[in-house]
């Protein structure tokens, strides 16, 4: 399916491996020119090496950082002219139960996952302005809205993530702007592979498709909601969760 992303800029947090790089990988192969932002720029290097694409550039970036964030995406629009769609991805955990958690732990992971996400779309958004378009996309996580123990700060932040998608749909909708999240379920990653096939088996019990998700499958409905195949959706979270959690 062609979806008529050929050409368009595309910049994609949190990048350099599982769900990330597989939407980068997707969004080239549809044509997109796409920046890949990640802490760790050798490894943003190997995912460029492993596409192979001219369309790729890489930058190291901390989202919380909203000038540094600002002076890439500045780049990025000197080069391409255009910013058109931005994929938040970037995200971390510091599991603890509530008595174990400190301070700290709760403050990282809100300020990565829902102000790193603030951070990105502000910057990016005066842009599409300029252009009256643009699509983001947020990747949340079904944790946000059935919780999980020893992870209350994370699901905090995703659920904050959720609201502010939807607050921000009719707050830039208007301007022709489209804005929507993506909750993964469970999803097959590099740490997946290290569960022992018990805790796996315990996953999948847990989902009516009996089966772990994969990042590709995230991707394609990223690329999905990137393109004007989807110009009016806007505002939704779309779970992919092997139906959990309807269980």
């Known amino acids: 399916m062609d979806l008529k992303l050929n050409n368009k800029v595309a910049i994609v947090t949190g990048s350099s491996r599982g769900i990330g790089k597989s939407i980068a990988e ?7 020119k796409v920046v890949i932002l990640s802490r760790k720029i050798d490894e943003l290097n190997k995912v460029k090496e492993q596409i ?11 989202t919380t950082n909203q000038s540094e964030f600002k002076e890439i995406v500045q780049e990025v629009y000197d080069k391409w002219g255009s910013v058109d769609i931005l994929i938040n991805n970037a995200g971390i955990t510091r599991d603890k139960l509530l008595l174990r958690l400190n301070e700290d732990d709760w403050d990282k992971v809100i300020n990565v996952n829902l102000k790193g996400y603030y951070n990105t779309i ?4 005066r842009f599409m302005l300029k252009n009256r378009s643009g699509k983001i996309v947020n990747i949340s996580s079904v944790i946000g809205q059935i919780g999980n123990s020893g992870q209350s700060n994370y699901a905090a932040s995703k659920a904050g993530v959720e609201g ?12 022709n702007i ?11 990653t590099e740490m997946t592979n290290n569960l022992d096939s018990k805790v796996i088996d315990d ?16 991707a394609n409905l990223v690329c999905y909601l990137s393109s004007e195949l989807s110009s009016y959706i806007t505002g939704q979270v779309i779970n992919i969760d092997g139906g959990m959690t309807i269980k």
């Open 26 to 32: 997707k969004l080239v192969h549809h044509g997109c």
């Open 52 to 62: 192979d694409s001219d369309h790729i550039l890489c930058y190291a970036c901390n």
């Open 122 to 125: 502000k910057i990016v958004s």
């Open 164 to 175: 502010m998608t939807r607050a921000l749909a009719v707050e830039l909708g208007s301007k």
């Open 178 to 188: 489209n804005i929507n999240c993506i909750a993964p379920g469970y999803i097959k």
């Open 203 to 218: 996953m999948k019990s847990n989902i009516p498709l009996n089966k772990l998700g994969l990042s590709v499958d995230v």
